[in-house]
């Protein structure tokens, strides 16, 4: 079920009264939760909801275990079980086929030829999220930083919380389960600050994201017709429509929790802003960034050691990123672009002292920053690792002669809405920044506004699904 | 959590009306244009007017026929209403609106396509959506209710929502309903005629292999235009428009007089694909029409 789809739109009444409805009896409500969003879950395939439950179950019955013993060795056992079974079926699930190619591959550069055997394996829709989510119980646990839960019900909730099951934010348990203990009170400025959010998101996601998709699946199906003004503009569209789909759905996902008494962690703080890629990387993805921060980066010895030890860690969180996104070359080498322009900015500690300056002398910095990103997206976007190189040799060399969005009225409006709504995307994030805030919360006059522009100008005959839902 | 009820509620309300207020203006301003075909037929012609020659089809019978050579070689006027990317029903929903709005022809010509030789597909047309100031006349109504597609079907749930129609297609209507605004003349990509007015580009070089077909127009919606035409005293003709690979056998069992021009070019120059014809080849086609015509005359 997408967030923007007509069955979510009966969906969410139905499943709110409900909820609200038994505000007295904080079990049902839960239970209510739970049914919500296996159902929500399930209609995409019932058949893995099994799997989001035999993962649950295992991470509850191991933090269980980790709560009755103090032994070392049988706790790291079942450390060692929870990864062996969660990482285990994310492996499976995910890298299956891409580390059999690349085995026979290895065995091809000896002159050993294997045949090549690939599995049609169905992605279960947001595996990577909800495994990092009930790993990080786990881990906590495990750390004793936090107290292993009897409350099944509450734990499954936890896991399978509709509003960010499917591609986050990775709530950590130590900020989010402890809310399914508690009874929740209605209360009307959260819900309308939830309400705010939601239409935020869900005008990136149908008016910039969705119209952007229609020019660059095209100028990247087609890029070797391009000239370098449209490989350009192209690169640059989906770095709006990946902001727009991505930070959208989160901001859908933190509303929707709010109306329901929730509160998530935030996943993005204007990441177009960033002055260096250092900064990019504490606005963008935040709850995947500081997971791997928590749980990969310190645990590795962070920046304890030697500068060249840190800069080894760095690196290795960098790639690990990239290779969460998907098993594929492309996004490796998005993490190591990265990575390499994350260390000068890691060595020099610039993201300090960084907003200090007035916002027209940050924009040289805002400029850069953007372009570099925008360069790395295309091994992000691109199908694999040799169109990429093939897709910024053709932009270099300007040897296409096409241009997809001038050469017809229709795609230039779209190109139009698309740049005037991100401009005014853009401008609202640098005010709510420049008031120190970190989400665009807009009054009711502008936020009737965002809703009429949704309906005319939202892309609905290009009903897109959410990018990181195959994460 | 009343208040927060009903303010939403409030708030979609005023959503709702604002939504259909922008998309009333902008359906108004469409039916008062000359913008697409069906507005064009109900505006760039006198009240009640009689047509010699009304063509009707899809974008093989603007690129075949030339509704000016016609009018200047034949007493009496000839347009073309036909659209591209569309299919025999949409050209059955034109008949309609054109017999609806009170004009007649003398000669309704129904320009026909190989996928729609005996049966069409139940699928909405790429363009039916011009249709949609019209979207409450009973025709159209039916027409979006047969063949729109989804969930929210926004075509035919316009007829009392004209927002969900602008907002689908809001990129093919907001942007002709502002022009229309301004320029209720402005016409697109058609001339006062309705024809196309396709770039002068080169012809194809080789001839693709050869395909055969045989047909005796089983279509049932043939015959619904045929009721149509017979009962407003026209006289249908079927056409079949050049092809550069194709050919297409009338079977005698066919009950509709056909003008099948299926073969009438060779040569690979007059084509600008397999299925259209470059501006040399349209001249050819409309004059070898003619010639057929007046005999039929």
């Known amino acids: 079920m997408l967030f923007n789809s007509i069955e979510f739109a009966i969906f969410l009444p139905i499943v709110f009264a409900l909820y609200w409805l038994f505000q007295k009896n904080h079990r049902i409500q839960l239970w209510i939760l739970l049914g919500a969003s296996y159902l929500f879950y399930g209609w995409w395939d019932w058949r893995f909801l099994g799997l989001i439950a035999l993962s649950s179950f295992i991470d509850f019955f191991i933090g269980l275990g980790l709560g009755q013993t103090d032994d070392p060795k049988r706790r790291k056992l079942l450390l060692a079980a929870s990864l062996v079974a969660n990482l285990g079926l994310l492996g499976f699930f995910k890298y299956f086929n891409f580390f059999t190619e690349a085995f026979v591959d290895a065995f091809s550069l000896f002159g050993m030829s294997l045949e090549k055997s690939r599995l049609d394996i169905i992605l279960p829709v947001g595996i990577s999220f909800y495994t990092f989510q009930t790993l990080s119980y786990t ?43 508690s009874p929740r009170k209605f209360e009307y400025s959260t819900a309308v600050c939830g309400v705010r959010l939601i239409v935020w998101g869900l005008f990136k996601k149908v008016v910039i994201a969705d119209n952007a998709a229609i020019l660059v699946d095209e100028i990247f199906s087609n890029y070797q017709d391009q000239n ?35 509160d998530l962690m935030m996943n993005f703080r204007f990441p177009y802003l960033a002055q260096n890629i250092n900064d990019f990387w504490k606005r963008w993805h935040i709850s995947l960034s500081t997971w791997f921060r928590d749980y990969v980066y310190i645990p590795l010895g962070g920046s304890r050691g030697s500068t060249l030890f840190s800069l080894r860690n760095v690196m290795a969180i960098f790639l690990i990123s990239g290779f969460w996104h998907g098993a594929n070359w492309n996004y490796l080498v998005w993490g190591a672009i990265h990575g390499v322009m994350y260390i000068p900015f890691f060595i020099n500690k610039a993201h300090q002292n960084l907003h200090q300056e007035p916002f027209w002398m940050k924009l040289p910095k805002i400029f850069l920053t953007f372009s570099v990103v925008c360069i790395a997206w295309i091994f992000f976007r691109a199908d694999s690792l040799g169109q990429a190189l093939d897709y910024l040799g053709h932009l ?17 409006m779209i190109f139009g809405v698309v740049a005037i709504f991100s401009g005014i995307m853009l401008a609202a994030e640098a005010y709510f920044e420049s008031r120190q805030k970190s989400e665009v919360l807009l009054p009711s006059k502008y936020l009737l506004l965002l809703a ?20 | 959590m009343k208040k927060f009820v009903l303010k939403s509620a409030l708030y979609l309300a005023v959503v709702l009306l604002l939504a259909n207020g922008v998309a009333f203006l902008a359906s108004f301003a469409l039916e008062k244009s000359q913008f697409f075909k069906p507005s064009f037929l109900v505006n760039a012609f006198e ?39 569309t299919a025999l029903p949409t050209t059955k929903l034109m008949v309609e609106h054109f017999f609806a709005q009170g004009f007649q022809s003398e000669y309704v010509v129904i320009s026909i396509d190989l996928p729609d030789l005996d049966s069409s597909k139940t699928v909405i047309s790429e363009n039916d959506y011009r249709f949609f100031p019209f979207r409450k006349e009973s025709y159209v109504v039916a027409y979006y209710k047969k ?36 320029k209720p003349e402005y016409r697109y990509q058609f001339d006062e005629l309705g024809n196309f007015q396709y770039p002068d580009i080169l012809g194809m070089k080789e001839r693709p292999e050869f395909r055969y077909f045989q047909s005796a127009l089983a279509n049932p919606i043939l015959k619904e235009i045929a009721e149509l035409t017979s009962q407003n005293s026209s006289n249908l003709i079927i056409y079949i428009a050049p092809f550069l690979r194709d050919d297409i056998e009338i079977l005698d069992s066919c009950p509709y007089v056909v003008i099948n021009h299926a073969r009438i070019i060779n040569e690979p120059k007059y084509f600008s694909d397999y299925i259209h014809l470059v501006n040399s080849g349209k001249i050819l086609a409309t004059e070898a029409f003619i010639q057929d015509l007046e005999k039929l005359d």
């Open chain 1, 228 to 262: 370098s003004l449209s490989l350009i503009l192209g690169s640059v569209l989906f770095a709006l429509q990946i902001y727009g789909d991505f930070s959208g759905y989160s901001d859908i996902a933190i509303g929707l929790s709010r109306m329901f008494g929730f």
């Open chain 2, 47 to 85: 009240p009640k007017q009689k047509f010699k020659v009304a063509v009707f089809g899809s974008s093989r019978s603007l690129a075949s026929l030339d509704t000016k050579i016609i009018s200047d070689q034949m007493e009496g006027i000839s347009a073309n209403f036909s659209m591209d990317y």
């Open chain 1, 452 to 471: 009429l522009s949704i309906v005319f100008f939202g892309a609905f005959k290009n009903h897109e699904s959410f990018i990181y839902f195959q994460f």
């Open chain 2, 147 to 182: 063949y729109d597609e989804g969930m929210v079907k926004p075509l035919a749930s316009s007829a009392h929502f004209p927002f969900l129609g602008i907002g689908y297609y809001n990129m093919e209507l907001l942007g002709p309903a502002l022009i229309s605004a301004f």
């Open chain 1, 139 to 181: 881990f906590d646990v495990y750390k004793k930083q936090l107290t292993p839960t009897k409350d099944v019900l509450a734990f499954l909730g936890f896991v399978s919380f509709f509003p960010q099951l499917v591609a986050g934010p990775i709530e950590r348990a130590s900020h989010l389960l402890g809310q399914f203990y």
């Open chain 1, 396 to 412: 270099w060399s300007n040897e296409g002669s096409g241009n997809y969005i001038f050469s017809q009225t229709k795609r230039t």
